[in-house]
């Protein structure tokens, strides 16, 4: 396995600092130094996502806040678990193996460190190939080398349960999404399937280089999926997501959370998640699928327990009546 690399956060702001600029709020004593965010690989939603909000907590919070290359929500959690990462992003599927230890992953321990913070974004499932493949079904990926990300996320969990149930076994094939993307270029694999914030980046990198095809799935086939894997949902991602995309695109999709370390300071929670909703703006601009990070979606957490500090941000604003529509 390559070394994960290291995305310091703090250095983005050094500039501004040394001109003269100071962060939005003092680091209170007894907050850690710095915080890491466990994110995924270069390539998908996860690491964008991340980026962006290491630069707004480390310039609001006065902490320094960095990312790691993961392989995803099982590695995530078990960094929080094992007191390496403060702060990771999950599915819910993925929360749910940890807290109850049912995933292979855990070796049967139940990983409680993690709490909820907030919703991030609905993961959907899309599968693409080249436009000159000759492959316009799901069932043609037969036999055929599909990329699913590293493993232990949310592609290379879930794939291998769902193609069979469509009657089709592929060949999966794992690594970075950035170097699926460039493998998928140059025919060393023959698709992709992505679990992920739309537009994913690689898939979007991959709209600009080179025509790809999306392959639909029927109704029937959403529904079988949602009877095999009841974590899942029904998803769609709206036409225009990705320029050659000009219809919906109906699939099933997982939610996704920002979750913290159970240790760490309520009111640092509580300033996390403010900062999240209060920067939701800049957000976007780190990756478009946060404009479904608001207030509003903490309802797609139906089984993690709060931390308290964000518990207390969502009940302030329910208190003053404007949780609901945000």
């Given at each position: 396995m390559k070394p994960r690399r290291f995305w310091i956060a703090a250095p983005i702001v050094a500039a501004g600092l040394a001109c003269g600029a100071s962060p939005a709020r003092s680091a209170e004593p007894h907050w850690p130094r710095a915080l890491l965010i466990a994110t995924a690989s270069p390539?998908?939603?996860?690491?964008a996502y991340g980026i962006g909000l290491a630069r707004i907590l480390t310039r609001e919070l006065g902490v320094a806040v960095s990312i790691r290359e993961t392989d995803g929500p099982s590695e995530n959690i078990r960094l929080i678990e094992n007191g390496i990462a403060q702060i990771g992003f999950v599915t819910k599927g993925a929360a749910l193996e940890g807290w109850t230890g049912s995933g292979e992953w855990t070796g049967g321990r139940q990983l409680r460190a993690i709490r909820a913070m907030f919703a991030m974004y609905d993961t959907p499932f899309h599968f693409v190939v080249r436009q000159d493949s000759g492959v316009a079904q799901i069932s043609a990926l037969e036999g055929k080398r599909v990329g699913v990300g590293p493993e232990g996320g949310t592609a290379a969990t879930y794939v291998p349960r769902l193609l069979p149930r469509l009657g089709v076994q592929a060949r999966f094939v794992h690594g970075t999404w950035a170097d699926l993307a460039t493998a998928l270029r140059s025919r060393?694999?023959?698709?992709?399937?992505?679990?992920?914030g739309a537009p994913f980046p690689a898939i979007a990198e991959l709209e600009a280089q080179r025509a790809i095809r999306y392959l639909p799935l029927t109704r029937d086939m959403v529904a079988t999926l949602r009877i095999a894997v009841p974590e899942l949902a029904a998803s769609v991602i709206p036409p225009g997501t990705y320029p050659s995309l000009n219809s919906s695109y109906e699939t099933v999709g997982i939610y996704n959370l920002a979750v913290a370390q159970r240790d760490l300071p309520a009111d640092l929670v509580y300033q996390i998640v403010r900062l999240v909703f209060d920067f939701h703006a800049e957000m976007v601009e780190a990756h478009p699928a946060a404009v479904a990070t608001v207030p509003a979606n903490?309802?797609?957490?139906?089984?993690?327990?709060?931390?308290?500090?964000?518990?207390?941000?969502?009940?302030?604003?329910?208190?003053?009546?404007?949780?609901?529509?945000?």
């Open positions: 390539g998908g939603t996860y690491h060393e694999v023959d698709g992709l399937a992505v679990a992920a903490f309802v797609h957490n139906t089984l993690l327990p709060w931390h308290p500090g964000a518990a207390r941000y969502y009940e302030n604003r329910a208190v003053r009546g404007i949780l609901r529509g945000d």
